[in-house]
């Protein structure tokens, strides 16, 4: 399977649709997306996973270099509504404990 990702920009925030699996295959492509919007100035970065049907480690080591970068430019990283078999891999690995993880977007935009 594919996967799909679509990045809205609104007011100093960016918004991210992620749908499909995240895997070996499709990792690379998603750090590509990512990785260049954690480094601009104070970022603040909310990446939706509702439609994320898998992840394996190389999609959780996306998600920590996301996280590296975010901090290092002062910014913010928040993943929202996440399956229950993604927020069982993210607290199985601690992952849960260092990025914030919420159950909805807040600010309506979906």
């Not at 990045?7 to 995240?22: F, S």
């Not at 394996?56 to 993943?79: C, E, I, Y």
Request: hydrophobic content about 40%; glycine content about 8%; charged content about 25%.
């Amino acid at each position: 399977m594919n996967m799909k990702i679509e990045i809205n920009k609104e007011d100093d925030k960016t918004i991210v649709m992620v749908a499909g699996e995240i895997d070996a295959y499709t990792a690379p492509k998603l750090r590509e997306a990512l990785i260049p919007l954690a480094e601009e100035e104070n970022p603040h970065i909310t990446v939706n996973l509702k439609n994320v049907s898998y992840m394996d480690s190389t999609g959780l080591g996306v998600f920590v270099g996301l996280l590296k970068n975010v901090r290092k430019n002062n910014g913010s990283l928040n993943l929202v509504e996440l399956t229950d078999r993604l927020e069982r891999l993210f607290s199985i690995t601690g992952l849960s404990d260092i990025i914030d993880i919420s159950p909805k977007l807040e600010g309506g935009l979906q």
